[in-house]
């Protein structure tokens, strides 16, 4: 079984910047077919797509709202990924979530149907 643990997030004014971490661990397991990808989901919406990063490769996605700003990274010896996120918006408020996935499964990176492993979340709010 896979523990997705993220860490970093909290209050910050717009403008501002937070890193977020994301430690993955399982008994038994290799990470090396598999992607990392964070979500985020405010208050009575969806998941939505944030980033992701395939575990071997050097691919990055982005959903466009985020591009720019924000920067996907991965460290294999810790099994953790990062989201370095800056010049933050009131928008970027959320529950941020990271997200394990086959890298090929046949589903889009933005599909949340695609990933069969999910952290508890860590909250982002940033203030006007």
């Known amino acids: 079984q896979v523990q997705l643990a993220e860490s970093g997030g909290g209050l910050v004014q717009a403008g501002g910047s937070l890193r977020l971490s994301c430690a993955a661990s399982g008994t038994g397991r290799t990470f090396s077919p598999y992607a990392l990808s964070w979500f985020r989901q405010a208050p009575g919406k969806e998941h939505d797509f944030v980033a992701a990063i395939t575990w071997t490769g050097r691919s990055e996605f982005y959903d466009d709202s985020v591009r720019g700003r924000f920067t996907i990274s991965r460290d294999n010896v810790k099994n953790t990924i990062y989201l370095q996120m800056n010049s933050l918006k009131p928008t970027d408020t959320a529950a941020y979530y990271c997200?394990?996935?086959?890298?090929?499964?046949?589903?889009?990176?933005?599909?949340?149907?695609?990933?069969?492993?999910w952290g508890q979340g860590t909250q982002v709010t940033v203030s006007s």
């Open positions: 997200a394990l996935r086959p890298s090929q499964n046949g589903f889009p990176w933005y599909d949340p149907n695609g990933y069969h492993d």
